[in-house]
């Protein structure tokens, strides 16, 4: 289990400086399309990682708009559902150009293992804090 939480955890820190450097391509890369995205106000699939981009660039650009620079993931729990899925709780934090964190978000995602080895999100979930 220490390997995967570690793999987890680079994962995760590869996709935290994506979103931090408004890596679109970046933030893409680390989804599995189809995917679904559930939160209180529904339920989404995304189709195409354009979509993924396109949710991701406005998100940076309004977080960037409060002063918050990057993106932090802290794991909180990681479980092997399957052979290829894993079920991951994790923090953002939102840090300002200073470093100091300004404010968290929880998700669970269920990850699951492609082709080339690696992992992707096929499920996204918020978290109430």
């Known amino acids: 289990m220490e390997a995967m939480w570690a ?3 680079e994962f995760l820190g590869r996709y ?4 931090s450097a408004g890596d679109m391509p970046g933030v893409g890369s680390c989804w599995q399309v189809p995917a679904l ?5 529904g339920a989404r699939a995304v189709l195409a990682i354009e979509e993924v981009e396109e949710f991701f660039a406005a998100a940076v650009a309004w977080y960037q708009s409060q002063g ?3 993106t932090v993931p802290e794991v909180l729990r ?3 559902l399957s052979a290829g899925l894993v079920s991951v709780d994790v923090a953002w934090l939102a840090l300002d150009a200073d470093s100091v964190e300004r404010s968290r978000e929880a998700s669970r995602y269920v990850l699951r293992r492609v082709e080339d080895g690696g992992l992707r999100v096929c499920v996204a979930a918020t978290v109430a804090g």
């Open 7 to 9: 793999e987890v955890e």
């Open 37 to 41: 995205v559930v939160a209180d106000q």
């Open 78 to 80: 990681v479980e092997q």
């Open 68 to 70: 918050l620079m990057s």
């Open 16 to 19: 935290g400086k994506a979103l």
